[in-house]
T-cell receptor, first 116, second 112 residues
Framework: AQKVTQAQTEISVVEKEDVTLDCVYETRDTTYYLFWYKQPPSGELVFLIRRNSFDEQNEISGRYSWNFQKSTSSFNFTITASQVVDSAVYFCALSEARAAGNKLTFGGGTRVLVKP | KAGVTQTPRYLIKTRGQQVTLSCSPISGHRSVSWYQQTPGQGLQFLFEYFSETQRNKGNFPGRFSGRQFSNSRSEMNVSTLELGDSALYLC???????????FGPGTRLTVL
């Protein structure tokens, strides 16, 4: 069965520090998709990135970057030069192709607190 | 484009009652999924509807049901409410699969 583990429950940093969120996944499927979502205090989940299992290229989007390593089943997320607005809960999620749909399995989430 | 909307935003019910939550997806999106979020269990998948058919189902009891209409709007129903059903219920829509899902603001259900 699929599983997503986010070992860090809470991370506290001072503004402008970098923060890396870990995500480890388990799946028997050879085709799968990995996601990161942000949940600010308002509660609405905001999509950040989708990565398929055949694309191990790292990606950078502004201050956000993602490191996908199939060898270690990890899909880590780094926020560079953090800002107070980055304070939120971040979720890593997995979708298996064999489910033939959009079923997401979420990790437990990592709460990031950026202090001014 | 308007985002995913959910109504009502807040709901208070008592044990044994039933409740219906509504979700309007982004225009053009045919897939609607429902998730339950609680402090103890985290985010859990309930079910997904695509073109009025249930395509996936999570591990929830039969008290949880849903449906999708021809305009892609979806409803979720919980019968015989229990205290443990208190949660934030999130709806997400997607144009197809596998695609990123866009979430609504959620309905916070409190069962007393």
């Amino acid at each position: 069965a699929q599983k997503v583990t986010q070992a860090q429950t809470e991370i506290s940093v001072v503004e402008k520090e970098d923060v890396t969120l870990d995500c480890v996944y388990e799946t028997r499927d050879t085709t799968y998709y990995l996601f990161w979502y942000k949940q600010p205090p308002s509660g609405e989940l905001v999509f950040l990135i989708r990565r398929n299992s055949f694309d191990e290229q790292n990606e950078i989007s502004g201050r956000y970057s993602w490191n996908f390593q199939k060898s270690t089943s990890s899909f880590n997320f780094t926020i560079t030069a953090s800002q107070v607005v980055d304070s939120a809960v971040y979720f890593c999620a997995l979708s298996e192709a064999r489910a033939a749909g959009n079923k997401l399995t979420f990790g437990g989430g990592t709460r990031v607190l950026v202090k001014p | 484009k308007a985002g995913v909307t959910q109504t009502p935003r807040y709901l208070i019910k008592t044990r044994g009652q039933q409740v219906t939550l509504s979700c309007s997806p982004i225009s053009g999106h045919r897939s609607v999924s429902w998730y339950q979020q609680t402090p103890g269990q985290g985010l859990q998948f309930l079910f997904e509807y695509f073109s009025e058919t249930q395509r996936n189902k999570g591990n929830f009891p039969g008290r949880f049901s849903g449906r999708q209409f021809s305009n892609s709007r979806s409803e979720m129903n919980v019968s015989t409410l229990e205290l443990g059903d208190s949660a934030l219920y999130l709806c997400a829509s997607s144009p197809g699969s596998p695609n990123e899902q866009f979430f609504g603001p959620g309905t916070r259900l409190t069962v007393l």
